[in-house]
């Protein structure tokens, strides 16, 4: 069973998901695929991002709980927008997608072990792949790249949306 931090860390997530899955849905067809800057993504690529963001973060979680080490490999972020074609995806269907996958990833992150939550690291690549990095030569968690998932996808939701969520 999860501790009460972890459970409220969990619950508020949930909630982010639940509160921005809403609060895209008031964004129209039509301006989810405009840019959201001159030479940047539009909504739907940035909601595409995050859709690979939680697919690839998806395995790391799971197999940090099976090895002693937080090593993973990087995806080439720009290059999976632009093969997944993103823009073209209905925006309904991309914001499902994305509410979905990251419900499951907080039920993922609700049920680790403490134990291999809490175990620290100090074999990762975490200098290399997480949102904020870490020293190749600071031990680490996975509760902390948990973590720095969430506030990865909060930093690129308010991309979207103007402000914080």
């Known amino acids: 069973m999860a501790s009460s931090e972890t459970q409220a860390f969990v619950n508020k997530f ?3 998901v639940e509160t921005a899955a809403r609060r895209l849905e008031q964004i129209s067809e039509e301006d ?3 840019p959201l800057r001159e030479g940047k993504w539009s909504a739907k690529q ?4 995050l859709i690979d963001s939680a697919a690839n973060n998806h395995l790391r979680f799971v197999r940090a709980q099976l090895t002693p080490d ?3 490999e990087g995806y080439e972020q720009d290059k999976w927008v632009i093969v997944q074609q993103y823009e073209s995806e209905p925006w309904g269907q991309l914001i499902s997608l994305w509410k979905h996958y990251n419900l499951h990833l907080s039920h993922l992150m609700a049920r680790a072990p403490e134990s ?4 620290l690291r100090t074999k990762h690549n975490l200098d290399r ?3 904020q990095t870490v020293s190749a030569t600071e031990p680490v968690t996975l509760d902390y790249f948990m973590r720095d998932y969430v506030e990865h996808l909060r930093h690129h939701l308010k991309q979207i949306l103007g402000e914080s969520i």
């Open 129 to 131: 792949i997480a949102f």
């Open 32 to 34: 989810s695929s405009v």
């Open 46 to 49: 940035v909601l595409g991002h």
């Open 14 to 16: 949930r909630t982010t």
């Open 70 to 72: 937080l090593v993973f």
């Open 116 to 119: 291999a939550r809490l175990l």
